[in-house]
């Protein structure tokens, strides 16, 4: 699996999440067809993954999490499914 940054393709996306939330960093990936949006803050880092033709993959999601988070297990990861998106939250 590859993922590739694709942050300056997504300009209005990153301004608007440094604006208006607590995030210090924002990046934007793609696996595929998938789009990755990783956020950090202070307290929190967050992993947004959405395909709008199909479902995430489990794959998909353990392979973001160990690049993004550098963690081989979800173990103390918060992860809410949506019916094409996944977001995963990591306290620090």
């Known amino acids: 699996m590859k993922i590739i940054d694709v942050t300056n393709s997504h300009f209005d996306l990153v301004n608007n999440q440094l604006e208006n939330t607590d995030a210090y960093h924002v990046k934007v990936y793609t696996i ?3 789009t990755v949006i990783h956020t950090q803050a202070e307290t929190h880092q967050n992993i947004i993954l959405v395909n709008r033709v199909r479902k995430i993959h489990d794959r998909e999601i353990d392979f973001t999490i160990d690049f993004l988070f550098h963690l081989s297990s979800r173990d103390n990861l918060e992860i809410l499914y949506g ?3 996944v977001e995963i939250e990591s306290r620090m």
């Open 83 to 85: 019916h094409n998106f």
């Open 32 to 34: 595929g067809g998938t």
